[in-house]
């Protein structure tokens, strides 16, 4: 008899052991379905030693496999790549292997599946929830799920919209094949520089052994266009290439990028797939067809059979950690990945993170420099405006000195940026009268005003209201306040202010598809846009020769909340969004509005002092025994029940480990005291680099009890320290 040691796709479960069906043949790897009490589960087969080699269950008791799946096993190397990432984030490893396997994997690629689409024939009955329907729809495609959930109606709508005939079926097959890239479509023309670059990284792969590569040059010197070599290696060489963005929103310009690299876009992967994308994705990732994949940072799980480069652009961005479920930071796990499979990582930045200098330091990373912007482009000027000498009018928020830089840019006919991180209105709605603050029933947060859709709404939850006009406390009419400001009412200023002005707001909430986008793209580069105000969703990524003009409003913004990369961040932050102004022939100028323009970030900032900032951040860092010098691990007791969330959070206090070098922090409530219902208490572990802190964890957490209304949530390594 076979027997096969299964790793099934859930978090509560360890491997199990099941019978191999005779005739069938289950070799490791292998994707099956097995039986779970009365469910059927995916999983995979898996080696008997690993995860503690748990006792085999006796033959007697054995269920047999349903079905091996018809897809390839999933490699060894990948299986690796899966225990080290469940242990090394205290995750379970099922939860880990549900990246490697979304439901994607188990939907037969041959069957075709029906979608719907418009047909341009109006229903007889127009009402008008069909009209807006229809319109959300557009000349998009999806299941009848896909299509009521971008829509916003219920399925019934669409159905009713089918059988009226303005909607029709189309029947789409999974597994047509991508169209293969061309390596020698559209090859560069090099400066020295960036072809001694693209030589190492082309060699790198070329060499197909492990090396983590570091390809640091500032914004606009063509780290793009460079690392696109190396990917054309990979092509020459046979194999597939990964290049992981950290937003989604970038992947839709870099598709079209790839296309008049390779003469055909890449294969993308997000969370913004249809389902049918997603099946004819996965499948040709599994069988080695797609050849160039561009994702977000779920792309990097995918068992593709034959991967020999991954890039992580824009390597330093945060968004690579995820921040629930498991708790992983994408880039780290490429490097991983890049160890398993024995292949280069390139990680691709303008402002690295201080790891990956610390990594380069200590000989571990190859740093590979491209010094100057391509083409003669030179570096934006970047100029600091004190707000406490310079102030912006009342009620207002930009200083006198950028409202003259963009009339000026204005006369001149030239573009503008202004960044704002902060969506909506204004972030804080509170009573003239009695000072309440409206607050989000579930979070410890305020809600936000969106004035365009006339909500408030939790940016952590997604709560939303209708702005009250009473205040909900004292009952007084019409004196709620909006305090603050978002990118849309900054945009009502420059409204007020240049009223013959062009203006786009540019956040997830107006560029929230592909196609809303490229239409912004498309009216930037048309000259039909003369002011963006944007959300760090436009500080990446995006090439306008014609903007000139950069004011950052609020520069201050990231360094409250005593986040241990605050300064990091915010340097990184600015040179990324100044990294826009002036990358065609004009000269770009970049304005940061600052009350702290002493702060070393913000003299880095306008000294043009990359190395000073990161000398000095290094060194005070070390001194603290912070990352990349120290380490630490955050463990966030969560349940609806106060009093039940508290009790856990003390028993661990109570028997808290005692080790030399290790401090622990807490337990004390969360500074996002709740969050979704939850309340939240926290402990925060600190210790040198080389201390055990999983094993600690791990120990610890299993001398208590954990009763069933708790949640524990472990984040090693945390960058949110909320
Ligand atoms: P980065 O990724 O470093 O910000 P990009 O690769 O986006 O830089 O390059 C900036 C701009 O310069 C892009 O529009 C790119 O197409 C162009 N560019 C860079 N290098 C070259 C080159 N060798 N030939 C033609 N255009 C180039
Ligand atoms: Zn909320």
Redesign the pocket.
Known sequence: MTRARVLLLTAALGPLDYRVPQGSDAPLGSVVVAPLGPRRMGGVVWEDESFGAPEPVGDNRLRNLYEIVPVPPVPAPLRRLVEWTSDYYLAPPGAVLRMVLPGAAFADARRPIVEYRATGELPARMTPQRIVALEKIGARQGLVRELAALADVSEAVIRGLVQAGALEAVSVSADAPYPEPDPDFGP????AE?AAAASQLRDAVTAAIFETLLLD??????????YMEAIAAAVEAGKQALVLLPEIALTEPMLT?FAARFGCEPVAWHSGLRSTERRRAWHAIARGEAKIVVGARSALFLPYADLGLIVV?EAHETSFKQEDGVHYHARDVAVMRGHFEALPVIL?S?TPALESLAQVEAGRYRHII?PA???G?MLPDLAAIDMRQDPPDRGRWLAPPLVDALADRLHKGEQSLLFLNRRGFAPLTLCRTCGHRIQCPNCTAWMVEHRLVHRLACHHCGHVMPPPRLCPECEDEDSLVACGPGVERVADEVTLRFPEARTAIVTSDTLWSPAKAAEFVANVEGGLIDIIIGTQLVTK?Y?FPNLTLVGVVDADLGLDGGDLRASERTFQQIAQVA?RAG?GVKPGEVLIQTRVPDAPVMAALVANDREGFYAAEAASRRQAGAPPYGRFAALVISSEDIDVARGVAQRLGQKAPVADGLAIYGPAPAPLAMLRGRHRFRLLLHAPRSFDLQGTIRDWVARIDWPAKARLAIDVDPYSFV
Do not use: C, I, M, N
């Not at 040059?217 to 460079?226: A, Q, W, Y």
């Open positions: 560069p023309d090099l400066s960036q040059g500032v914004t606009g010197s063509g780290k793009t266009e460079v990028r652009d691709a303008a491209l912007r391509y083409g482009a990524g090439h990294g990358r």
